[in-house]
């Protein structure tokens, strides 16, 4: 491990222009590349106290040996000399986004005397036109397979055309109509590229003037009485307009667009790019890479510009470009773009309307991208039986953890304070033992506190879990019933019989004996191997003590630390490091993401009902149907309780008991805070229509 200060330049000798420099490790191999519109000050943060660089940062610097750099004249050359020297020298600490799959392009080959249609996968060719990248090889082939009734371009391979050629024989598309048969003299060579152009352009999204020039062409010739020119023409549109509802329609009509959205966690990122031309989504890919280097939001987005476009020139660059966020010099970025296209290159965040929405969707397909390379794994027993083994020994178990149990706390600023329990068998989920908590010990925010509270009540139901089946007994049990343990866990709004807690709201109820189909007791009855908590340090403190505090000390604890996916177990100073590509720490992230997930999904629900609640709640076996019924009856609240007993009972299904307990519920609750208008600071008051001024 290197010192920084044994190779930090001398003060002054760093120029304050725009350039780019290299860190370089002893054996001379660059290890990283990095722009600045400012060399002396973006160097200096790499030499300053080790214990304040982010951990990724500090691990390169004392990797390195020495830095140099180049000075360039604006920050456009500094971006394009970034590019080349990381593609150039490929180093270990760059975010690198690689395909995790040779997406297929539809690729119309122009520098050919005879253009060919055909698929093609890997580096792109010159003189080769591309479209795409499209998800499947069979999804081109259908859509060439539509476009070839109206655009019979050639789509055989040199040795066929050369053979036919020879002998004087097109092949089978040749005579049933979808090749023009160029092989055989049928089209001149200027036909057939004219054929190749146009069938360019109408995958580059220039359909709507061709379709119009057909149906025109179709109704001359049906007023001419050339019937069957004029069904071949109806077919032609027909096949045309099939090939474009493969695309749907998600922007206007002339949009050329590429929407890039990134989803990332601590250690990796997903980037998924919809390419959207005439308005029509042409193709989409996506990236998944690990972050070996401190970098955000705006940073991915940067280097997944340069990997799109980095080798791109002309209309293979849009005239738009939509992010989530911008790079940190989007002027430079927006030149560099420009420069690849030979045109003005608009770099943006969609704000509203359509392409905000189709940002939305793309960003959804890079959650789901991410949530899939970190799962696809898990499927696989093998796989899942080493991560269970990693884990036991990377936490010195004696056995690997077949069921882990994670829990995590969820509020928003102190208020509806929430738990979930998740639990995972055999490394895949079990959602019928989900379990949900609401915090009663105490009021406000203290995730520790609410740690140690969730993990004393699910192991105190789990020792009188055990104690009422016989598991273990110190003293003789009773002959008579054993009373059930109250229910703390549960939302009081459940209705009888179920089980709230359940992560679907309908297991039975958590106090009924062992059901007879299975024999199997419900609820807490059964001990997982590791405890799990969402925190560090403090979080894993207070589990153990709420497990010493009832005399287990069987059961391991383990704490997932979001910021660096530390582990921290209990009496440690430093935590346990997992390797990045650890099977292991998949497993134990997906365990807690998935304990996030409840718990905030809990904890929404509680605060959304806490807010729609009214006076009408408080109304003993007043239901839902019959609130909205009063509602729309009356118009409003307001309206409602200023109505008398016999104006509620006409409301069809309100009786006259009923319609007393409104009244008085009415009458009794607290006047509502006015709302107020934001934008304007107007007080906003019903009247009494029930509308609002």
């Known amino acids: 491990m290197a010192d920084p200060s044994s190779y930090r330049p001398k003060p002054g000798q760093i120029p304050d222009s725009p350039g780019v420099y290299k860190f370089r490790d002893e054996h001379r191999r660059v290890i990283y590349v990095g722009k600045a519109k400012n060399l002396r000050q973006r160097l200096a943060n790499y030499f300053q106290d080790l214990a304040a660089l982010h951990p990724r940062t500090r691990t390169m610097v004392t990797t390195a040996a020495s830095v140099e750099w ?89 040795g066929v055309f050369k053979n036919a050629a ?113 308005g029509r989504v042409r193709g989409q890919r996506g990236w998944v890479t690990d972050k070996v280097e401190n970098v955000d939001t705006s940073g991915l987005v940067e280097h997944a510009l340069r990997q799109l476009y980095g080798e791109e020139t002309g209309d293979s660059v849009p005239k738009e470009v939509l992010v989530p966020a911008l790079p940190e010099d989007p002027d430079a970025v927006s030149q560099w773009l420009a420069g690849r296209r030979g045109s003005q290159v608009s770099l943006r965040i969609p704000q509203r309307g359509d392409k905000k929405d189709l940002m939305a969707t793309v960003q959804r397909n890079a959650q789901q991208a991410l949530g899939l390379h970190k799962t696809k794994r898990a499927s696989d027993l093998t796989t899942r039986s080493r991560a269970l083994e990693e884990i036991a020994e990377a936490l010195g178990l004696d056995t690997a953890p077949l069921r882990i149990e994670c829990f995590d706390i969820s509020h928003l600023q102190g208020d509806d304070v929430v738990a979930s329990m998740v639990v995972f068998e055999d490394g895949l989920a079990r959602k019928s033992e989900y379990r949900r908590f609401q915090i009663k010990g105490f009021e406000g925010q203290d995730d520790v506190r609410s740690m140690h509270e969730v993990i004393g009540r699910r192991f105190k139901r789990y020792l009188q879990e055990k104690e009422r089946t016989g598991e273990w007994e110190e003293t003789p049990a009773p002959t008579g019933p054993v009373p059930a343990p109250q229910n703390d866990t549960t939302d009081p709004g459940a209705a009888p019989g179920q089980d709230p807690c359940a992560s679907d709201g309908t297991a039975p109820d958590p106090d009924a004996e062992p059901r007879e189909d299975d024999g199997r007791p419900k609820r807490f009855a059964y001990p997982p191997q590791l405890v799990v908590v969402d925190g560090g340090q403090p979080q894993v403190a207070a589990a153990k003590r709420a497990l010493d505090e009832l005399g287990i000390d069987d059961i391991a604890v383990c704490g997932l630390a979001k910021r660096l996916e530390e582990v921290w177990l209990p009496d440690d100073d430093d935590p346990v490091v997992l390797p990045r590509s650890s099977e292991g720490l998949y497993l134990l992230q997906r365990v807690r993401d998935e304990a996030h997930r409840f718990a905030i999904t809990y904890q929404r629900a509680k605060r959304a009902k806490r807010i729609r609640s009214g006076p009408l709640d408080a109304v003993a076996g007043l239901g839902e149907t019959r609130k909205q019924a009063l509602i729309k009856h009356f118009g409003s609240v307001k309206r409602l309780k200023q109505a008398t007993i016999d104006e509620i009972c006409e409301v069809p299904g309100i009786g006259r008991r009923t319609a007393e307990s409104v009244a008085v519920a009415l009458a009794s609750a607290a006047p509502a805070a006015p709302a107020v208008n934001t934008a304007t600071g107007e007080i906003i008051e019903e009247d009494d229509g029930g509308t609002t001024t």
Request: proline share 4%; net charge negative; aromatic share 10%.
């Open 70 to 158: 180049t000075v360039v004249s604006t920050e456009v050359e500094a971006l394009q000399l970034e590019y080349t020297w990381i593609k150039e020298f490929d180093p270990r600490f760059n975010v690198k986004y690689r395909d995790d799959k040779s997406y297929p392009y539809l690729a119309v080959t122009l520098g050919e005397e005879f253009p060919r249609v055909q698929v093609m996968r890997g580096a792109k060719k010159k003189g080769v036109r591309y479209f795409g990248p499209y998800g499947h090889a069979w999804a081109i082939r259908e859509t060439v397979d539509l476009m070839l009734r109206v655009f019979p371009v050639r789509t055989c391979s040199a």
């Open 166 to 278: 020879r002998t004087g024989r097109p092949c089978l598309l040749g005579y049933i109509g979808k090749c023009s048969a160029p092989c055989v003299g049928r089209v001149t060579p200027e036909e057939h590229r004219e054929l190749a152009d146009d069938f360019c352009d109408f995958m580059a999204g220039r359909t709507g003037t061709y379709i119009r020039r057909l149906e025109k062409d179709m109704m001359a010739a049906a007023e001419e009485m050339e019937y069957e020119r004029a069904a071949r023409l109806r077919d032609d549109v027909e096949a045309l307009k099939r090939a474009m509802e493969k695309s749907a329609v998600v922007l206007a009509d002339a949009t050329d667009a590429d929407l890039i959205a990134v989803a990332e966690d601590e250690l990796e990122a997903a980037v998924q790019i919809f390419h959207v031309r005439g």
